[in-house]
């Protein structure tokens, strides 16, 4: 019975260890891999942090040790509504701007600030993958492109404020870790409200698992 009941520790083990380990390089947000990238990869790279992070000479203006090209004079086209209630800026913020510097296609996924080996930006690797143009931009065919139009997409740089609307939880305090962690700056409804780029544990990279709509009653009293 000991011996078996070891076994079956080991099992269990076996099983939870994996998923407790699981980040950025099992997501398709590892661009050295055509196996966990099935449309966006780059040949010949071997780094996977990389693509957003540097170590040194990072650019901290848009991201923590950010080294992805950001232009932060793009423009983009804002949600708009008749119901809305709270302050919404006239572009996104950071935690926001991060995510669409690949997501909007503008820019190519692999142009960064500080290439792995020499001190110096350019682009690392070359595009591989259906999702990809020659240059390495996002394709609107993909199904990771968002564009610069942001009206069709939940808003985003937008001030949180549930006094100005019932129909909202109040929030206090500026949690750190996630699920909890849903205001850019403990401020801003932005892209890193709802997506952790690190953990695809939930699909779609979302903070939490949106069984019942779990993630949208964190904030909408709905
Ligand atoms: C596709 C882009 C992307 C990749 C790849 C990526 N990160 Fe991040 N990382 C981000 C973004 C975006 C933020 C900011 C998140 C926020 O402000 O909510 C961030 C924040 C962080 C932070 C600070 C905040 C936190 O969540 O603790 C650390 C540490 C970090 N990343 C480490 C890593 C490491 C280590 C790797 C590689 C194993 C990695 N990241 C790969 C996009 C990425
Ligand atoms: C360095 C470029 C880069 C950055 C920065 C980045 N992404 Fe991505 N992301 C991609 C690419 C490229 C894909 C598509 C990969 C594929 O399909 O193989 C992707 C995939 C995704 C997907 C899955 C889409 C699908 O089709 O399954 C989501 C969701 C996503 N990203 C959200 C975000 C969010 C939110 C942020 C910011 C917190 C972010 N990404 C930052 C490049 C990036
Ligand atoms: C209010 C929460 C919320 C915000 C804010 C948000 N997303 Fe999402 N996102 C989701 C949910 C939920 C899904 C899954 C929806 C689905 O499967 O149709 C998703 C899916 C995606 C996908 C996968 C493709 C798709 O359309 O289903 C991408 C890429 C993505 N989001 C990127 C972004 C980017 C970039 C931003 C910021 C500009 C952003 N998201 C802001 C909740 C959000
Ligand atoms: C981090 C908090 C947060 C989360 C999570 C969130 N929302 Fe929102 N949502 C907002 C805010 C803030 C607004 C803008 C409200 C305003 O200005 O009155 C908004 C606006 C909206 C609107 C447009 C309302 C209008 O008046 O035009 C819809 C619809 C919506 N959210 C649905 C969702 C859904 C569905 C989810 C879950 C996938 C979700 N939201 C998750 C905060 C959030």
Redesign the pocket.
């Known amino acids: 019975m000991i011996a078996k009941s070891r076994y079956l520790l080991i099992l269990i083990l076996l099983v939870i260890v994996p998923s407790a380990m699981a980040g950025v390089k099992e997501?398709?947000?590892n661009?050295t891999s055509p196996t966990?990238?099935?449309?966006?990869?780059f040949w010949g790279t071997r780094q996977v942090c990389v693509?957003?992070h540097a170590v040194h000479n990072a650019d901290q203006t848009y991201g923590p040790l950010w080294n992805?090209e950001v232009n932060g004079a793009q423009s983009y086209t804002m949600y708009s509504s008749q119901t809305m209630d709270m302050n919404q800026s006239a572009s996104p913020h950071n935690?926001?701007l991060?995510?669409?510097?690949?997501?909007d296609g503008t820019i190519a996924?692999?142009s960064l600030s500080n290439l792995p080996g020499p001190e110096a930006a350019g682009n690392y690797g070359t595009p591989g993958?259906p999702?990809?143009d020659v240059d390495g931009k996002?394709t609107s065919s993909?199904?990771?492109f968002v564009g610069t139009d942001l009206s069709d997409d939940h808003p985003v740089g937008i001030t949180y404020d549930a006094g100005k609307d019932n129909d909202f939880v109040p929030k206090a305090g500026n949690p750190t870790a996630y699920p909890d962690k849903l205001l850019y700056q403990g401020l801003y409804v932005e892209?890193?409200s709802?997506?952790?780029?690190h953990d695809?544990t939930y699909?779609?990279?979302?903070v939490e698992s949106n069984d019942n709509s779990a993630l949208c009653t964190r904030c909408h009293t709905k």
């Open positions: 997501t398709k947000h661009f966990y990238s099935p449309n966006a990869y693509f957003c992805h935690g926001s991060i995510c669409l510097s690949c997501h996924v692999n993958g999702g990809l996002l993909s199904t990771a892209c890193t709802c997506h952790n780029p695809n699909s779609d990279f979302l």
